[in-house]
């Protein structure tokens, strides 16, 4: 049977759980043609059915990247999209698959940066984490801390405090100060004093560590 058919929409669902119920159904049984019907119907007539699969690709790339490393210049494609659900969806699949396809990813980098200036702030968490993950590559790593700063910098208040989180565990001894002084630069902005402590929480960490 199609996997289509277990589709949320095609159930008349509203809700997630049938499209993670197949991405788990699909990881498991390493379905490399279910995963290659999904990639089909990303271009489907029914906007329903591509949010829907591209849901299901990378909740199976969270499973098993390997199953849907193949398709990155796919993903990377959707970055351009006019669905905005296929847009940060992709970067969503992108990210699950930085360890298999890593000079790809790199290589894509302007492509990934581009997207992030014109998609929405759920794009730019999954371009940020794709970063973070370049920044643990030695080859890649000093680039790629560059481009992820760049990125910190000008990010919503809102999404600020959750990237320096995220970042902090890639900071290095050589590149801790460009890093901190980011930080200390936007904490004004932060009128929320929540968000601001956990930015600062950041900074005493990373203080602490020498």
Request: net charge neutral; hydrophobic share 40%.
């Amino acid at each position: 049977m199609s996997v289509i058919h277990e589709l949320a929409s095609s159930l008349n669902r509203r809700d997630e759980v049938p499209n993670q119920e197949l991405a788990a159904k699909i990881a498991s049984s390493k379905d490399m043609q279910g995963v290659k019907e999904l990639i089909e119907n990303l271009q489907s007539n029914s906007k329903d059915i591509q949010n829907d699969c591209i849901k299901v690709l990378y909740e199976i790339g969270a499973l098993d990247p390997t199953l849907i490393a193949a398709y990155a210049q796919t993903f990377l494609d959707l970055l351009k999209h006019k669905n905005n659900r296929l847009q940060w969806g992709g970067m969503a699949a992108l990210d699950n698959i930085v360890s298999e396809k890593p000079d790809f990813m790199y290589e894509s980098v302007p492509s990934i940066l581009d997207a992030v200036s014109r998609g929405s702030v759920i794009t730019m968490d999954g371009a940020v984490n794709i970063f973070i993950k370049l920044c643990g590559i030695a080859k890649y790593a000093d680039h790629a801390f560059d481009v992820l700063l760049e990125v910190i910098r000008k990010a919503p208040v809102n999404q600020f405090p959750m990237y320096a989180e995220r970042a902090m565990p890639i900071v290095t001894p050589p590149n801790k100060t460009r890093f901190v002084t980011i930080l200390s630069s936007r904490l004004q902005e932060i009128e929320k004093e929540s968000k601001r402590k956990r930015v600062e929480k950041v900074m005493q960490k990373l203080a602490k560590a020498g």
